[in-house]
């Protein structure tokens, strides 16, 4: 490849930066991965693969290593209350159609895997960048400890919060959703499963994901205000309280968690943006299209990136970067900015508290044609690599 030799950095050692360095190591190059954090782990609990991200992963060639290390899960389900349920999908019959669907995975093992993929590739931890350089000789990054490193392209993909994107794009800002959330990950205390589900009701969502080895990954959502103190101070104890009328396992699955295995954080997005590409700039994952969680598709777009990238760099082998940098924008933005603003708008129907609302909403979701549903996963899963 004419560009073999490119200096590549990578900003940001999570899903999109390591799915990135997977992809672009299969292209020939060795870009330089830096991550903020004192190493490269982690954080979070456990996560949803839909049948796109399993057709990115094929691309870059590590789906055989992830598949055997997840669970495939047989039913989605939507429900009230009382277990009655609202929607319900055939992850069977999905998996069939599109490939494997409804995936679940340890978020840590995902990162291992990840990890353990990008070989011998250069990884310097403990590296925060803070601000970027760039003319039409290269690119100079700068990071926190006052060390500094050129390169001839820069991938940015350290998060929502990223400070490259906002001295890219100043507008550029996390939204908060309206609802915090508290996640666990914890051995199966002895409850059946048919597969994930989220149970919608005036008091909160809780979703329920089985994984691999026995283990549940839990999740809840309750409507509160940015930054609460009150729920930041909340226990499994209250938890319990809050959903105890909710239909079996929830209650029990509460009771087999202790409080040092809660994860809690506010929901935020990114507002869509109108650019990724800067030149020899460009924004990856959630430095360039944070998701809400309500469609189990933030990772799922992330490794999108890294296979859109390698297809496009593929397509364009003796393109200028900066060529292949702006033809993925235009590949990804329409896309991105739909799952986004379709997972923002989702989660608002989700948390409704009003009670004759969530007697509306669930009687109409019921009655929305399984052959509606099913395009609506159609257009999510197609893929244009």
Known sequence: MKNANLRIAII???????STAVALRKLGFRPTIFEAAPEIKALG????????????????????????AGQLLDRFS?????????????????STRYGVNNFAIHRSELHRILLQSTGDLDIFTGKKATGIEQDETGVTVLFQDGTQFDADVVLVSDGIHSSIRKQ????????????????????????????SSETWAAAGRFGIVPLKHQQIYWFLCINAPQNDPTMRAVRVEDLQQRFKDFHAPIPQILKAT???????NDIIDLAPVKQFAYDRILLLGDAAHATTPNMGQGACQAIEDAAVLLDQWEKTPDA????????????????T????????????IAQWSNPLAITVRNGLFRRIPASMNERQLAEMYRVDF
């Open 12 to 18: 940001g050692g999570g899903i999109a930066g390591l």
């Open 45 to 68: 609990a456990g996560l949803a693969l839909a049948a796109n991200a399993i057709k990115a992963l094929e691309r870059i060639g590590i789906a055989d290593k992830i598949i055997p």
């Open 78 to 94: 939507i429900l009230d209350q009382a277990g009655t349920p609202i929607t319900e999908a055939d992850n069977r019959m999905l």
């Open 168 to 195: 890219l794009a100043p507008n550029s800002a996390p939204r908060y959703a309206g609802y915090t959330c508290w996640r666990a990950v914890i051995q199966n205390p002895g409850v059946e499963l048919a597969g």
């Open 258 to 264: 202790r409080n040092e295995q809660l994860l809690h």
């Open 320 to 335: 200028l970067p900066m060529d292949v940098f702006r033809a993925f924008e235009q590949r990804r933005l329409k896309r």
């Open 337 to 348: 900015h739909s799952i986004v603003n379709r997972s923002w708008s989702l989660g608002k």
